[in-house]
């Protein structure tokens, strides 16, 4: 075998993506078989879009794009000034069925001219080659596929969108290789090698009298320097360290497409490189992160940021670094990159390294895994729980790993609405959908568990309800989404699961339904007294926890309320005090805290007739921006702070210059509850705003 044909491939995948499918033709390469690639058959740069196999950098790939009848590329089909290398005819080629003859078009059609000719040139009467195919198989390969490149005939529709401008001519490769018998051939096997003095230039095919000459330049750059005259093992100096750089090998002898060949690439050394082997060990609220050290650091920017959010950069001169005051069961990617002092460079980022925070079984149990999935025609592209959506787009893999993404809980013997939407490169399909719940927290999925699927086909989002029965125990455990173009057992990889997605996430599972408290009130407020009301939607929670702390003397108290309504007494006059509340159920803390405060009234105070009963939220619930209303003769507040519902500040206005100030846009936001925290005439209100 000296060829492989591959008419077929995945549209916009990267190399980078798939390196053990790039890795695949080194493989073959070094046992002498050259492997032909069909590029995309749609009008993509696979320089910037990518596709596979014809984005991969083997040297022992040919990627071919398609030609019609009249000579011109076909719009639909790929192209890339490094990716692809040549063109050959693919429209309406006339070749066997199955049981007859019949046309066959696209880039399929044109790749497997490319692979056949690679054949008759192994058949050509050389001596030379046939010897080389036998004892150096590899070398014999990269020869063989320089000639084939070398004999292209100009194409203008194919002239700076592929590296040789031209299309297959199987009679020019012919006369090239039987050059090599003869006592005049242009280089072939070429290959660039960086050295302490430079990069060399070699080629281990014969030349003879031929007298060879190269041009380069750097990538980006429009001037060539070119050399007339040079030998094998050349040596390139005064290039510029860690850059990219084109050359082109031309030669009196041979077939070629003009003065020079087509373009090949090489990238010089002393490159600061990005850390390997990253690793990462997750506990409760920290991240402990270690890799490998490359070659001439000098520090690390390592910058880590939760689901849809901003990075956060941290240095450290160390292979390790800790990520603390995390939150528990959060998902985070972190990503490092290399400074290097000596060159004044600083590398690539590295690899988006997905990590979360543990959250118990759903993290340390070891759940069965999901492999082999195409994603590539349709996926997952949303979920959304009781208005609760996360958007997690398109899949490379066909496995989403989300733990720790979205703060989903379900309480037991309770339903819970759930909507799947999917997403589709193109035509649609009729898809299954199953969710998992591992609601006996051991690590495996079990036919009880199977908490929603569809036994038809559907084309669109599909919706449904999601029912916990009763828990033996409370805490995280994992959900999985599976959804699958054709159906199957179980919730594990499987024969007849070949097309969708699956998704994990983390859930946590409350054994009762806990009311929440949508406001907290102070009211009443005089010299030693004052009155906390805690308001609901419905039933008041099993208990609540308040602290009030007084912020002259620091003396704080807590108090257990049973009822929706504490009055405190025995205050201080004209003092501020801040407050705490807490929901318990089943004895376990239940939602985030809420805040607030207010001020004793002073001697010659006069209670302030203001009411929070007199703060609207419009529109409340809310899809984009809301505004807060309080009539004009109350001013504006003293300032204003939103909260997400587990406490942190998410956006907050400290100096109202203008109305424009009491508008807060949502749009950037996941839906979910948050908290409205408002301070007007020394007393702070919470309300709670839902956004939809």
């Known amino acids: 075998m000296v060829a492989t044909n591959a008419s077929w491939g995945i549209d916009r995948l990267k190399a980078e993506e798939s390196p053990i499918w790039c890795a695949l033709y080194d493989s073959l390469g070094r046992v002498g078989i050259i492997n032909c690639g069909a590029t995309a058959n749609a009008g993509v740069n696979v320089d910037e879009e990518g596709d596979m196999p014809t984005s991969c950098e083997s040297e022992f790939l040919i990627s071919v794009t398609n030609l019609n009848r009249s000579d011109v590329k076909v719009a639909g089909a790929g192209f890339g000034y490094k990716s692809i290398d040549l063109g050959a005819y693919g429209q309406l080629v006339y070749t066997t069925t199955a049981n007859a003859y019949g046309t066959f078009g696209g880039t399929s059609a044109a790749t497997p001219h490319v692979a056949g000719t690679i054949g008759l040139m192994y058949a050509t009467q050389c001596n030379m080659l046939s010897a080389m195919a036998k004892n150096n198989p590899a070398g014999a390969a ?81 001037t060539w320097q070119e050399i007339a005259n040079i030998e094998n093992g050349a040596i390139l100096r005064g290039l510029e360290v860690c850059q990219v750089y084109e050359y082109q090998i031309g030669a ?7 003065d020079y060949s087509y373009s090949k690439y090489f990238k010089t050394s002393s490159c600061c490189l990005p850390p390997k082997d990253i690793r990462v060990f997750a506990s409760e609220k920290e991240l402990d992160v270690s890799f490998e050290l490359p070659e001439l650091y000098s520090s690390f920017v390592v910058e880590y940021r939760d689901f849809e959010g901003t990075w956060n950069p941290l240095s450290t001169t160390s292979g390790k670094i800790t990520l603390s005051e995390l939150y528990e069961c959060n998902y985070y990617e972190l990503r490092v990159r290399t400074v290097c002092e000596t060159t004044g ?24 895994e999901i492999k082999n999935i195409d994603a590539t025609q349709e996926w997952i592209e ?184 504490i009055r405190l007494t025995a205050l201080d006059s004209c003092t501020e005090y ?62 204003f702070r939103l909260l997400s519902y587990d406490g942190r500040v998410i956006h907050a206005v400290y100096e109202l210059k203008s109305p424009q100030d009491m508008i807060v846009d949502l749009s950037e936001f996941l839906p979910g509850v948050y908290i409205l925290e408002c301070a007007i005439k020394n007393s702070k209100y919470s309300f709670r705003v839902i956004r939809i």
């Open 382 to 565: 949303s979920i959304k729980i009781d208005g609760t959506l996360i958007r997690t787009g398109k899949s490379r893999t066909g496995y989403g790993y989300h733990l720790g993404v979205g703060n989903i809980v379900f309480r037991e013997n309770t339903t819970s609405q759930i909507e799947i939407t999917p997403g589709f490169a193109g035509q649609t399909f009729e898809e299954y959908y199953k969710v998992f719940v591992d609601f006996n927290f051991n690590g495996i999925w079990e036919a009880e568990e199977l908490l929603y699927f569809n036994a038809t086909g559907i084309r669109g989002p599909v919706t449904g309800t999601v029912f916990i029965p009763a828990l033996s125990a409370e805490g995280y455990t994992r959900m999985r989404i599976i959804m699958t173009y054709d159906t199957f057992p179980g919730a594990c990889t499987h024969p007849r699961y070949e097309f969708g997605e699956t998704e994990d996430y983390c859930v946590f599972l409350k054994k009762k339904s806990c009311p929440a408290i949508s406001r907290v009130q102070v009211t009443d407020v005089e010299k030693f007294t004052a009155s906390i009301q805690l308001l609901t939607d419905g039933i008041f929670p099993d208990s609540v926890k308040l602290n009030v702390k007084n912020t002259v003397s620091g003396n704080d108290l807590d108090f257990i309320i049973k009822e929706g309504q």
């Open 578 to 639: 801040l407050y705490k509340v807490q929901i318990f159920c089943n004895g376990v803390p239940e939602g985030a805290v809420l805040t607030g405060g207010f001020k004793t009234l002073c001697a010659s105070s006069v209670n302030d007739p203001f009411s929070p009963d007199k703060i609207s939220i419009i529109p409340n619930p809310v899809s984009h921006t809301f505004r807060i209303h309080i009539p004009v003769n109350y001013g504006p507040p003293d300032y």
């Open 252 to 258: 009196n002898c041979g077939l070629l497409p003009g």
């Open 142 to 222: 990269l020869v063989v596929k320089d000639m084939l490149l070398h004999g292209v005939v100009p194409n203008n529709s194919l002239k700076n969108i592929t590296t040789t401008g031209g299309r297959l001519n199987a009679h020019r490769a012919l006369q090239n290789i039987i050059k090599l018998c003869e006592n005049c051939a242009p280089p072939s096997g070429i290959s660039a090698e960086n050295t302490s003095e430079g990069v060399k230039i070699s080629w281990s095919g014969f030349t003879g009298s031929a007298v060879v000459k190269i041009r380069y330049r750097r990538e980006g750059t429009d």
């Open 345 to 368: 460079a600083e590398s690539d980022f590295s690899g988006i390294i997905a990590a979360t925070t543990s959250c118990g079984v759903c993290t340390e149990a070891e759940y069965c």
